[in-house]
């Protein structure tokens, strides 16, 4: 998409002369910000925005519960197995020309969804947004890494979180709009004008910067054995609640997934360009970022999960409300991404992502002790500070993890990260999502007969339980008044002590992260684009 006069070859040698700084439009390191910023987004949105068309969706088109399911699983599937590969993509063909397809695959897969009149149809589109948005994703990184000098990385990486942040938090409020106002198709289609001033911001602005020796050849076998074990320990992950984690189907594709990593370790030592050169893990901030950001996704992903149905069927809001409920969340996030990037610069990543960790923690700690009587000002409080805390860890790991990676494999970095945060957020659910099965299964049958509620058989006792995991009082069409009132009041305070649990879990993986973060320092190799390049090159330039 690019001729070779707009590629600018980074030199392997930081000492070698560097390229004469950008002009104009083309290769301005804040407007190439603000262009990767508006596909990213994209991606981030349709996370979470998804989740409140659902309901509608299956009434529309008559799907089941798993049907709906898939929805969701398929797009984070599709994510999670191919982010490494994608990254792979942009190293070797360029990080804009990846970015530009991917926009494009992206906005075209969520227009096709708008016109499917099937759930089949539905499911196989958002798999493709999936395939389209692990290409867009890693290679923003890449271009924000090539582009920005080592003293403004931090900040840019610290906008690109935010937007991130800002956009996953943000779904659920934008999502209920469109689909209270408009339509379910609505959050599909909005995703056309988005995706076509990010082309137009990407063909004007971008501009590709690629290694010297950067790879030549693909590793197809490390590709297949990669994908392969990525894709059977996110399928055990998504389908152990319904199998069971002590099912053999569950244990069989973790077994499988270990035994396709062991063999890609294996060939990626053999092979001469290798998908992931193992090297990089001999790289100790590197690994301990990796690590990082699942624990961080384990505890962030995992505890929200549970708040949305507390907000929704627990206090009684719509979504909207819920989704205005979490914006001390997003607001935090917003406002803390770019000062941590700042504070990074000036003084390491290892102290901000040690206390944002702690604060996370903390956090998740003060929502365990939520009851159904919480008010909006205490929840608030946690809620802030939970994105308070996540700031500095979605800034510093990300620029520990691609800061710590030579240039030529930005893009199999930026899909690490990503990957990372994939995998932690399935884990995350499905952990957290069994603690509170166990909990709920363990307390519901005591508590109902405390409340001195009728007995129920032990098929009715087990289809109560899946209705209060998420919150929801199994009450009975014809039911009194003061029938529901106890059965309500019994499966909310249910509910409450799961999440609670639940809650307390994520914040001791948030303290376990504490340590893992004081492993982490500047990346060796965050040297970004040329140094001492001034940012105020260009016409209309930005200055911070």
């Not at 349709?46 to 797009?75: C, E, H, M, R, S």
Request: net charge neutral.
């Amino acid at each position: 998409m690019t001729s070779q006069t707009a590629v600018e070859k980074a030199p392997r040698d930081p000492q070698d002369p560097m390229p004469a700084p950008a002009k104009g439009l083309r290769g301005h390191p804040w407007l190439t910000l603000f262009a990767v910023a508006i596909g990213v987004m994209m991606v981030a949105l349709d996370g979470t925005i998804v989740a409140i068309a659902n309901p509608v969706i299956a009434k529309d088109l008559g799907a089941t519960f798993a049907d709906v399911q898939w929805i969701t699983n398929g797009y984070f599937l599709a994510l999670a197995v191919t982010l490494i590969t994608a990254g792979k993509l942009g190293d070797r063909f360029g990080h804009r020309q990846t970015f530009l397809i991917g926009v494009v695959g992206f906005a075209a897969a969520s227009g096709a969804i708008g016109l499917s009149d099937s759930i089949a149809l539905v499911v196989t589109f958002r798999v493709l947004q999936g395939l389209f948005g692990a290409l867009l994703m890693p290679a923003a990184l890449g271009l924000l890494r090539a582009t920005f000098p080592a003293e403004k990385l931090n900040m840019a990486i610290g906008i690109w979180g935010m937007v991130i942040g800002a956009s996953t938090a943000g779904g659920p409020i934008l999502g209920g709009l469109l689909v209270e106002h408009v339509s379910w198709q609505s959050v599909f289609f909005i995703n056309l004008p988005v995706g076509v001033i990010a082309l137009v911001l990407g063909v004007l602005i971008l501009k590709d910067h690629r290694a010297e020796n950067a790879p030549k050849s693909f590793d197809v076998l490390g590709i297949l054995l990669l994908s392969a074990a990525m894709f059977c320990l996110v399928w055990a992950l998504i389908k152990a609640p319904a199998w069971g984690w002590g099912a053999g189907s569950t244990w069989g594709f973790v077994a499988a997934s270990l035994v396709c990593f062991g063999l890609f370790a294996l060939w990626e030592t053999k092979v001469d360009e290798p998908l992931v050169p193992l090297q990089l893990f001999r790289s100790v901030p590197l690994s301990a970022g990796t690590v990082l950001m699942v624990l961080m996704a384990i505890a962030f992903m995992g505890g929200l999960f549970f708040v949305t149905f507390y907000l929704q069927n627990v206090h009684g809001q719509s979504p909207v409300e819920a989704g205005k409920h979490l914006l001390p969340l997003t607001g935090m996030m917003i406002v803390g991404s770019p000062l941590a990037g700042a504070l990074i610069t000036k003084a390491g990543p290892r102290i901000p992502l040690a206390g944002g960790m702690l604060l996370t923690a903390v956090a998740m700690y003060g929502m365990s002790t939520l009851t159904a009587d919480t008010g909006s000002l205490t929840m608030s409080v946690w809620f802030a500070l939970l994105g308070l805390g996540l700031a500095p860890v979605m800034v510093g790991a990300t620029e520990v993890i691609v800061g710590n990676a030579p240039m030529e494999l930005s893009g199999v970095a930026g899909g690490l990260q990503q990957a990372a945060m994939q995998i932690g957020g399935s884990l995350g659910t499905a952990v957290l999502g069994a603690v509170m099965a166990s909990k709920v299964d363990n307390d519901l049958a005591g508590n109902w007969a405390d409340a001195g509620l009728p007995q129920l058989t032990p098929e009715q006792m087990d289809q109560a339980a899946e209705a209060v995991q998420v919150g929801v009082p199994p009450v009975a069409p014809g039911t009194p008044p003061a029938l529901v009132e106890k059965i309500t009041s019994v499966a909310h305070d249910t509910f409450i002590s799961g999440m609670g649990l639940a809650c307390l879990v994520a914040a001791g993986v948030a303290a376990v992260a504490v340590l893992v973060a004081l492993l982490t320092k500047r990346g060796a190799n965050a040297d970004g684009g040329p140094p001492g390049r001034s940012l105020g090159d260009g016409a209309g330039a930005a200055h911070i």
